[in-house]
Nanobody, 126 residues
Framework: QVQLVESGGGLVQAGGSLRLSCAAS????????MGWFRQRPGKEREFVAT????????LHSHSVKGRFTVSRDKDKNTVYLQMNNLKPEATGVYYC???????????????????WGQGTRVTVSS
């Protein structure tokens, strides 16, 4: 089992940047496909980005592609979400998630992930 702790959320003006971090406990970080999801006010949790266990395969949702970038540091057991040119519609709670996976395997759906962090809130003002 893995425990996930997100950080880095906050209040930022439209056009600004934030970098979210997700620290994973345990020695099996390298075996997990990691994902970022968000839940915007009044909406269901949705996929944002995912990265394979080796870091070679990534996928970003259409709405964030070109502005958000997912990455991971195996030495720090941490996955990141760099968010640039933020828009007010990005406001919400961002969650980190993990699933055991084979090399290169990624998932872009909520139901595919077994472990979740508590979330970090992002607010983008206009």
């Amino acid at each position: 089992q893995v425990q996930l702790v997100e950080s880095g959320g906050g209040l930022v003006q439209a056009g600004g940047s934030l970098r979210l971090s997700c620290a994973a406990s345990g020695h099996t970080f390298r075996t997990y496909n990691m994902g970022w999801f968000r839940q915007r006010p009044g909406k269901e949790r949705e996929f944002v980005a995912t990265i394979s266990r080796g870091g070679t395969n990534t996928l970003h949702s259409h709405s964030v592609k070109g502005r958000f970038t997912v990455s991971r540091d195996k030495d720090k057991n941490t996955v990141y979400l760099q968010m640039n040119n933020l828009k007010p519609e990005a406001t919400g709670v961002y969650y980190c998630a993990a699933r055991y996976a084979h090399l290169g395997d990624i998932r872009a759906v909520v139901s595919g992930y077994a472990y979740w962090g508590q979330g970090t809130r992002v607010t983008v003002s206009s």
